[in-house]
């Protein structure tokens, strides 16, 4: 596709319950990142990607986030025993360059838990 | 934390010039300006960015201070699909170890 793609839109997840949260970048692009948005806030960083190498993963608020990209090009994002403060927008964005700070963001995500 | 300050929100009538401002008093000397934007339900959307002279794309203009301590972003003439909130954002570029830091933006409304 054209751009970043992220899938499900949406998802209702009950507390306790893992979810896994899929996102496609632009083909090619070595940078990968994921943002955690709650409501009226700006996107918070969560972690990096360079290729299959998870870079920078200071961002993660638990132990019960987990991020991969096994071969550099899709990434999950998971999240077990979900909480209700883990009800966020999760967005995924991909970057042509290392660490590229020009980036092109995916839909995301909306996580619900109830 | 961010490194901006933005005004929380602001309007514009339709077809006018939008003057978006960001304070950036703390900036270091090989730190980017970046704009980007988010349409209500959609991710951020990538507008401009710039060192220190004046930058202007397809989308936008960006003008920063000479002393580099503030900018401002223009949308020269604003249609209703302007409708967004606004994020300057302090970064290095292509540095990967510092990602891009979001502050509270500034929510743009463009009035018919």
């Known amino acids: 596709g054209a751009g970043v793609s992220q899938s499900p839109r949406y998802k209702v997840a009950k507390r306790g319950q893992d979810v896994a949260l899929r996102c496609d970048p632009i083909?090619?692009?070595?940078?990968l990142f994921w943002y955690q948005q709650a409501l009226g806030q700006g996107p918070e960083f969560l972690t990096y990607?360079?290729?299959?190498?998870?870079?920078?993963k200071s961002g993660l608020p638990s132990d019960r986030f987990f991020a991969e990209r096994p071969e550099g090009s899709v990434s999950t994002l998971k999240i077990q025993r979900t909480q209700q403060e883990d009800s966020a927008v999760y967005l995924c964005?991909?970057?042509?360059?290392?660490?590229?700070?020009?980036?092109?963001f995916g839909q995301g995500t909306r996580l619900t838990v109830v | 934390d961010a490194k901006t300050t933005q005004p929380p929100s602001m309007d514009c009538a339709e077809g006018r010039a939008a003057n978006l401002p960001c304070n950036h008093s703390?900036?270091?000397?090989?730190?980017?300006v970046y704009w980007y934007r988010q349409i209500h339900s959609q991710g951020p959307q990538y507008i401009i960015h710039?060192?220190?002279n004046n930058e202007t794309n397809e989308m936008a203009s960006l003008i920063i201070t000479e002393d580099r301590k503030s900018s401002t972003l223009i949308l020269p003439h604003a249609t209703l699909r302007d409708t967004a909130v606004y994020y300057c954002?302090?970064?290095?570029?292509?540095?990967?170890?510092?990602?891009?830091?979001f502050g509270k933006g500034t929510r743009l409304s463009v009035i018919a």
């Open positions: 083909s090619g692009h070595v940078s």
């Open positions: 990607f360079q290729n299959e190498a998870q870079l920078d």
């Open positions: 964005a991909s970057s042509q360059r290392a660490g590229g700070t020009e980036a092109f």
């Open positions: 710039g060192l220190k």
């Open positions: 954002i302090v970064s290095y570029r292509n540095s990967g170890n510092t990602p891009l830091v």
């Open positions: 703390t900036i270091s000397g090989n730190e980017y």
